[in-house]
């Protein structure tokens, strides 16, 4: 009976310090967004403008604004538009960083549940760390390009693949691996 008690007490524990990891990720990332301007922003808020312009009108043709894959950096940047009107200016950039800040945070906790799943809680908790505090990912979550978002979705896809990669049986993994790596 003693060993069922415990068990939330655990599972409290657990939740309390991943709630409290990701609190701490998510300030670097969402706070002063408005502090800096890199080049191709500017772009991009153009861009997400353009192509959700297009969405609300249902004229989808237009929605090729760019012959980039930057769909998912549009859909993002271009949420701002529902609530301000769209401009090339500093409130317009730093809600896009926000919606931007948001998504890759949630891949990171997602990449995070992968991790766990596959490798067990200390190489999760050292994925969390290197992905949240690494300056260089840091600074790209924080601008409105592909770059971040990339990074985080090729993340999610090679973790997703992993546990199949886990079922075929071993005299065929090498020829999946190959054949995977040849399409990337």
Same mark, same amino acid.
């Given at each position: 009976?003693?060993?069922?008690?415990?068990?939330?007490?655990?599972?409290? !524990?657990?939740?309390?310090?991943?709630?409290?990891? %990701?609190?701490?990720?998510?300030?670097?990332?969402?706070? *002063?967004?408005? +502090?800096? =301007?890199?080049?191709?922003?500017? !772009?991009?808020?153009? /861009? *997400?403008?353009?192509?959700?312009?297009?969405?609300?009108?249902?004229?989808?043709?237009? $929605?090729?604004?760019?012959?980039?894959?930057?769909?998912? $950096?549009? =859909?993002?940047?271009?949420?701002? #538009?529902?609530?301000?009107?769209?401009?090339?200016?500093?409130?317009?950039?730093?809600?896009?960083?926000? %919606?931007?800040? @948001?998504?890759? =945070?949630?891949? @990171?906790? @997602? #990449?995070?549940?992968?991790?766990?799943?596959?490798?067990?809680?200390?190489?999760?908790?050292?994925?969390?760390?290197?992905?949240?505090? *690494?300056?260089?990912?840091?600074?790209?979550?924080? /601008?409105?390009? #592909?770059? +971040?978002? +990339? #990074?985080?979705?090729?993340?999610? $896809?090679?973790?997703?693949?992993?546990?199949?990669?886990?079922?075929?049986? *071993?005299?065929? !993994?090498?020829?999946?691996?190959?054949?995977?790596? $040849?399409?990337?």
């Amino acid at each position: 009976m003693q060993k069922y008690l415990q068990k939330p007490d655990k599972l409290f !524990r657990n939740v309390l310090c991943i709630v409290c990891l %990701f609190a701490f990720a998510v300030g670097p990332r969402l706070l *002063s967004l408005d +502090a800096h =301007w890199s080049s191709d922003e500017a !772009r991009w808020l153009n /861009r *997400s403008a353009q192509f959700m312009s297009a969405v609300e009108k249902g004229e989808f043709s237009k $929605t090729l604004v760019a012959y980039h894959p930057g769909v998912a $950096t549009m =859909w993002l940047a271009g949420l701002r #538009t529902l609530f301000m009107d769209p401009g090339v200016d500093v409130p317009n950039l730093a809600r896009a960083r926000v %919606f931007i800040g @948001i998504a890759v =945070w949630a891949g @990171i906790g @997602i #990449t995070c549940l992968l991790l766990y799943k596959l490798f067990g809680q200390w190489i999760a908790l050292a994925g969390f760390a290197c992905l949240a505090y *690494s300056p260089l990912f840091l600074a790209q979550t924080r /601008r409105v390009h #592909t770059d +971040a978002l +990339a #990074t985080v979705f090729l993340l999610l $896809t090679v973790l997703g693949f992993l546990p199949y990669c886990a079922r075929i049986p *071993s005299d065929a !993994r090498c020829a999946v691996v190959l054949d995977a790596g $040849t399409l990337c």
